[in-house]
T-cell receptor, first 116, second 115 residues
Framework: NAGVTQTPKFQVLKTGQSMTLQCAQD?????MYWYRQDPGMGLRLIYY???????DKGEVPNGYNVSRLNKREFSLRLESAAPSQTSVYFC???????????????FGQGTRLTVV | AQTVTQSQPEMSVQEAETVTLSCTYD???????LFWYKQPPSRQMILVIR??????QNATENRFSVNFQKAAKSFSLKISDSQLGDTAMYFC????????????FGTGTRLQVTL
């Protein structure tokens, strides 16, 4: 099972360049998320999508845009990269079941992004 | 807005001993889900244990158990018989039960298991 697949795994950008991080899940989940992980700050939510066609801002949305292309795919775009966006980015998906059993978030392997 | 607080940035425990990681959260909702995730050096996020706030019984998964205190909004993780493979970052997380499934994490606790 592929689960959640994110690409690329590593990327170096120059300040001002743009790029899109791709994420796809094959579990038919409704909810998808983008997080960034920085030392000492845990996982901070950038954007999330509760269902196809909807997106909402998280804690740190500035400098990012997202697209929920369809139920499977949720992409994150950096229009003009800045050194402050150097981080590890995680995509995740989840589905709520009856009660908590079966309710969990599955994560991609992360993208290490460096902006120089 | 919901928030999750982990007040212990780092902890250390000897192999075979027991350690407890703390987590508190803030929410105005009456039902919600709580999770502990483990992140080893490989960066993979692994679910350790989960709890529904509606259920008063504390969840257990083998050597891992939680102490869920709903009134105090506390959700601590106890690891018994610690093993070297438990060395990792541990994150506490909160998910609301509404239509918008927002999942919020704490800042994490780095656990080191020593010989």
């Amino acid at each position: 099972n592929a689960g959640v697949t994110q690409t690329p795994k590593f990327q170096v950008l120059k300040t001002g360049q743009s790029m899109t991080l791709q994420c796809a899940q094959d579990m038919n989940h409704n909810s998808m998320y983008w997080y960034r992980q920085d030392p000492g700050m845990g996982l901070r939510l950038i954007y999330y999508s509760a269902s196809e066609g909807t997106t909402d801002k998280g804690e740190v949305p500035n400098g990012y845009n997202v697209s929920r292309l369809n139920k499977r795919e949720f992409s994150l775009r950096l229009e003009s990269a800045a050194p402050s966006q150097t981080s590890v980015y995680f995509c995740a998906s989840s589905e709520k079941r009856q009660g908590v059993l079966g309710t969990e978030a599955f994560f991609g392997q992360g993208t290490r992004l460096t902006v120089v | 807005a919901q928030t999750v607080t982990q007040s212990q940035p780092e902890m250390s425990v000897q192999e075979a001993e027991t350690v407890t990681l703390s987590c508190t959260y803030d929410t105005s909702e009456s039902n919600y889900y709580l999770f502990w995730y483990k992140q080893p050096p490989s960066r993979q996020m692994i679910l350790v244990i989960r709890q529904e706030a509606y259920k008063q019984q504390n969840a257990t998964e083998n050597r891992f158990s939680v102490n869920f205190q709903k009134a105090a909004k506390s959700f601590s993780l106890k690891i018994s018989d610690s093993q070297l493979g438990d060395t990792a970052m541990y994150f506490c997380a909160f998910m609301n039960t509404g239509t918008a499934s927002k999942l919020t994490f704490g800042t994490g606790t780095r656990l080191q298991v020593t010989l």
